[in-house]
């Protein structure tokens, strides 16, 4: 995958989520998330594991980033659940070693947070498959840093863009890195329909003070 195509990605796997109603945006009609939050957008990445053409463009589009950006990287190790799989498929393209990493320790066992074999100082790229505010993908890169890996950075499907999200990354100093976001879905919306021109400045206006949103 060339620059210019990793480029126009953002809108490629946008289009992609919204055809296979991976996303789903709803300005005017909010859904309600776990945490009670009003939200116009509806995102579960996993439906991308049951279509052949849009997770190989995704494990393509995570390859060509790590060849460009972590041309050293050692390994790539998913977070529990949504990144398994996708870090399992760019592992074998890449011809690396794949780790996966849970929320937390198990309560059994050897009571692994990492399963995969790893030594220290090899260096790591985490793969996500979603960034909102960067709470779990974060927790998960700072327990493959504990366990003595090089944390090189964290590629995801789709951000929110939340800034409180880049911000916590850019604290960590964990590059971020993602495929398409919150703006290029607003963008590919807009050009394939799903949503008015009208709808735009409210869809925007979400990621700056989600809190606020539908009060």
Request: charged share 20%; hydrophobic share 40%; aromatic share 8%.
């Given at each position: 995958?060339?620059?210019?195509?990793?480029?126009?990605?953002?809108?490629?796997?946008?289009?992609?989520?919204?055809?296979?109603?991976?996303?789903?945006?709803?300005?005017?009609?909010?859904?309600?998330?776990?945490?009670?939050?009003?939200?116009?957008?509806?995102?579960?990445?996993?439906?991308?594991?049951?279509?052949?053409?849009?997770?190989?463009?995704?494990?393509?589009?995570?390859?060509?980033?790590?060849?460009?950006?972590?041309?050293?990287?050692?390994?790539?190790?998913?977070?529990?659940?949504?990144?398994?799989?996708?870090?399992?498929?760019?592992?074998?393209?890449?011809?690396?070693?794949?780790?996966?990493?849970?929320?937390?320790?198990?309560?059994?066992?050897?009571?692994?947070?990492?399963?995969?074999?790893?030594?220290?100082?090899?260096?790591?790229?985490?793969?996500?498959?979603?960034?909102?505010?960067?709470?779990?993908?974060?927790?998960?890169?700072?327990?493959?840093?504990?366990?003595?890996?090089?944390v090189q950075g964290t590629v995801a499907i789709f951000t929110y863009e939340f800034p409180?999200?880049?911000?916590?990354?850019?604290?960590?100093?964990?590059?971020l890195f993602t495929l398409s976001n919150y703006s290029a879905l607003i963008e590919t919306?807009?050009?394939?329909?799903?949503?008015?021109?009208?709808?735009?400045?409210?869809?925007?206006?979400?990621?700056?003070?989600?809190?606020?949103?539908?009060?």
């Amino acid at each position: 995958m060339t620059t210019n195509n990793l480029e126009q990605l953002p809108q490629q796997i946008a289009g992609s989520l919204l055809t296979i109603g991976a996303v789903a945006l709803r300005p005017n009609e909010p859904f309600t998330w776990s945490s009670g939050m009003k939200s116009p957008i509806y995102c579960d990445n996993r439906l991308t594991m049951s279509y052949p053409n849009v997770r190989d463009v995704i494990a393509e589009g995570f390859a060509a980033v790590i060849r460009e950006r972590f041309p050293d990287c050692e390994a790539v190790a998913g977070i529990a659940t949504g990144g398994i799989p996708h870090a399992a498929w760019v592992a074998q393209k890449l011809n690396l070693p794949m780790l996966y990493v849970r929320d937390k320790a198990k309560g059994h066992g050897k009571t692994n947070q990492i399963e995969g074999h790893f030594t220290p100082g090899q260096k790591v790229v985490l793969i996500e498959d979603l960034v909102s505010t960067g709470g779990s993908s974060l927790k998960a890169a700072v327990a493959v840093r504990e366990a003595g890996c090089v944390v090189q950075g964290t590629v995801a499907i789709f951000t929110y863009e939340f800034p409180q999200a880049a911000q916590a990354f850019a604290e960590q100093e964990i590059p971020l890195f993602t495929l398409s976001n919150y703006s290029a879905l607003i963008e590919t919306a807009l050009e394939l329909g799903k949503i008015e021109e009208a709808d735009v400045a409210l869809l925007r206006s979400w990621k700056e003070d989600p809190q606020a949103f539908g009060k």
